[in-house]
């Protein structure tokens, strides 16, 4: 980011941030309890032809809602979501992006740091602030287009209404290609908050390369953020024909990683594998 622009922008960050921690824990635990118990699905996506449809179909009863936003999908995406909005025409809501937005790495970085690029409809942290902005629930379940869920997913999703929590980390497992192991240097995709309270949650690009979820809810009362470290969805990036489509082309050169076939499947993983047809 240039000087001047940085200049520019830190009081309006500082601004928000000290906005953030002036409000009390009691006051923010009156606001997440105001909620209802309910759940958007946030789905963002673009030319997920390959799983889309078991995507959404494997959560489709974990939720209220689905919102999925497509970004100028080229391939079956958009018929697919046509399709799931026929089908459940009560709970799916389709909206589209259309920006071209910046990659994960070195793309968002660089866009970040150009003048006007902390605005631009193109930065990964717009987008997804764009998205959240329409869901309508009271909570938010964080998805993809290349993962599904197991049937531990459905428990956890009812177990987290049934709570007084605000935020839910969880993880996922890394398919291999061979459906029948995991990806030998990449077993587990990171927790990430995937169920939490919409209210006052948002997307900043302080990672740099993607961006990165802020709530004030992180931080307002022990007991009320926890972690499911049982895998809840499979992730199938590693079986799509393209599995570096998402992230810049210097960035997926130096993320290099052990793509062989590591240590078997578990059952559950098992199970959703052969529930899905995957």
């Known amino acids: 980011m240039h000087m001047s622009l940085r200049t520019t922008l830190r009081p309006a960050v500082t601004a ?22 309910t759940l958007s ?27 999925v936003v497509d970004n100028l999908s080229t391939d079956g995406t958009p018929e697919i979501i046509r399709r799931l909005r026929e ?7 389709a909206f589209t992006y ?10 968002n970085a660089t866009l970040a740091a150009s003048p006007g690029g902390m605005a631009s409809p193109r930065l990964l942290a717009n987008y ?16 993809d287009g ?26 996922g497992v890394n398919l291999h290609p061979d459906r029948r192991h995991l990806v030998a240097g990449l077993r587990y995709e990171d927790p990430e ?21 802020t709530s004030p809810y992180e931080q307002a009362e022990v007991g009320r953020v926890d972690r499911v470290d049982e895998p809840l969805y499979v992730h199938l990036r590693y079986c799509k024909h393209d599995p570096s489509g998402h992230i810049s ?6 993320k290099v990683y052990d793509l062989s076939a590591g240590e078997p499947v578990s059952a559950d993983v098992a199970a959703t594998v052969a529930r899905w047809h995957l």
């Not at 996506?45 to 939720?63: H, K, N, Q």
């Open 41 to 67: 699905a946030m789905v963002r996506v673009r030319d997920e032809e390959e799983f889309l449809e078991t995507a959404l179909e494997s959560i489709e009863p974990a939720v209220d809602e689905i919102v």
């Open 193 to 213: 908050p995937r169920f939490f309270v919409r209210r006052l949650a948002k997307y900043d690009n302080g990672f740099g390369v993607c961006e990165r979820f």
């Open 249 to 254: 082309p210097i960035t997926a050169v130096q």
């Open 98 to 107: 259309p920006h071209t937005i910046a990659r994960y790495g070195e793309e």
């Open 16 to 37: 928000a941030r000290r906005a953030k921690r002036s409000i009390s824990a009691p006051v923010l635990r009156r606001l997440a309890d105001a909620q209802p118990r």
């Open 128 to 143: 997804y602030n764009w998205c959240l902005e329409r869901c309508t629930q009271g909570f938010v379940l964080k998805w």
């Open 146 to 171: 290349d993962m599904v869920a197991t049937e531990a997913l459905e428990v956890r999703a009812a177990e987290f209404r049934s709570s007084r929590l605000d935020i839910r980390h969880f993880l």
């Open 87 to 93: 089908k459940y025409p009560a709970k799916v809501r």
